[in-house]
């Protein structure tokens, strides 16, 4: 009896690693599309971004809404694993989330300095309105 659960034993230890490794190899267009994302959420520094929308207004937003997005340095594209459909979902992938967040917080840049020149704007009518209130 002890060798047929030996042998049992064994295969199920060897059906888990190759689905284990099947699982693996099969990284297809969407598993890169998704790990490109992930890692240009973690390389972008959205300051430049919002710095761009707030000093050049409406310019930097339109660059950043007809503009590819950056793609990742070739070392990092070298490097990766996997098929080809794998490398092209993850470019594709890095790329858009890439503009996305670049878009995103230029408009938030853009939106910022709107909303400070509204409030200068406000603060030096009320003191000249408040000025000439006091000769009538």
């Known amino acids: 009896m002890k060798p047929r659960r030996l042998v049992c034993v064994a295969g199920v230890l060897i059906l888990a690693v190759s689905l284990c490794s099947?699982?693996?190899?099969?990284?297809?267009?969407m598993d890169g599309y998704?790990?490109?994302r992930?890692?240009?959420?973690?390389?972008?520094?959205?300051?430049?971004?919002?710095?761009?929308?707030?000093?050049?207004?409406?310019?930097?937003?339109?660059?950043?809404?007809?503009?590819?997005?950056?793609a990742p340095s070739p070392a990092q594209m070298q490097s990766l694993p996997g098929s080809d459909?794998?490398?092209?979902?993850?470019?594709?992938?890095?790329k858009e989330?890439?503009?996305?967040?670049?878009?995103?917080n230029a408009?938030?840049?853009?939106a910022t300095e709107g909303v400070l020149v509204v409030a200068v704007y406000l603060v030096v009518y009320a003191?000249?309105?408040?000025?000439?209130s006091y000769l009538y």
Not at 22 to 29: D, I, M, P, R
Not at 127 to 132: D, Q, R
């Open 22 to 29: 099947a699982a693996q190899a099969q990284k297809g267009y």
């Open 34 to 36: 998704n790990e490109g």
């Open 38 to 70: 992930s890692l240009a959420v973690q390389q972008i520094r959205p300051g430049a971004s919002f710095a761009g929308g707030f000093f050049l207004g409406i310019v930097y937003v339109a660059y950043s809404l007809l503009a590819d997005g950056q």
């Open 85 to 94: 459909d794998y490398k092209r979902g993850f470019l594709e992938g890095y």
């Open 97 to 104: 989330e890439w503009k996305r967040i670049r878009t995103k």
């Open 107 to 110: 408009l938030y840049g853009w």
């Open 127 to 132: 003191a000249l309105v408040a000025e000439y």
